[in-house]
């Protein structure tokens, strides 16, 4: 799909849709995710430990073709170092919700968020949403300035946290 240079001569990380032959790489993708940004997602890294790799695969295999929902990478070869997922807003036919956005902290700065988001927004059109929506933890300031880079506008939407009741999320948004 596309490529992107970490910006320190590592190298270029291919940006594409997620392959069901990507499940082991996915999970461990998925584990340095949860520990690394724990309060960013909505299960723990003992809970994804625990899941069988058929689940993985499955839900690997699920999001790698059709319009409802998607996953794309960043793949240098080896580890996978980014992640974005999209899927259909339940109640806005026109909107792509951004869900699981993660970037290895060695990749981060490099511009892999921008191509992961591109990549999101160009499934998102073709599949005709014009509207891409997120939500970031209030307070994840550096989140929240990164996807200000890219085009997204806090709406002053707040919500509560899925599975923290204490904590509250901003909604953010910007055409696809």
Known sequence: MSSATDGTGRGFAEIRRVRPTDAGRMRALRLEMLADAPLAFLETVAEAAARPHADYAARVARVSAGTDTAQFVADPGG??????????????????????????????????????????????????????????????????????????????????????????ELQMRRSA
């Open 79 to 168: 580890r996978l170092v980014g992640h974005a997922g999209g899927i259909a807003h339940p109640t806005e036919p026109g909107v792509t919700v951004l869900y699981a956005i993660y970037i290895t902290p060695g990749w981060r700065g490099s511009g892999l968020l921008a191509d992961l988001v591109a990549a999101v927004a160009a499934w998102s059109r073709a599949c005709r949403r014009d509207e891409l929506m997120l939500e970031v933890v209030v307070g994840n300031d550096r989140a929240y300035r990164a996807y200000q880079r890219v085009g997204f506008v806090d709406t002053g939407v707040r919500v509560p946290h899925p599975t923290i009741p204490t904590l509250r």
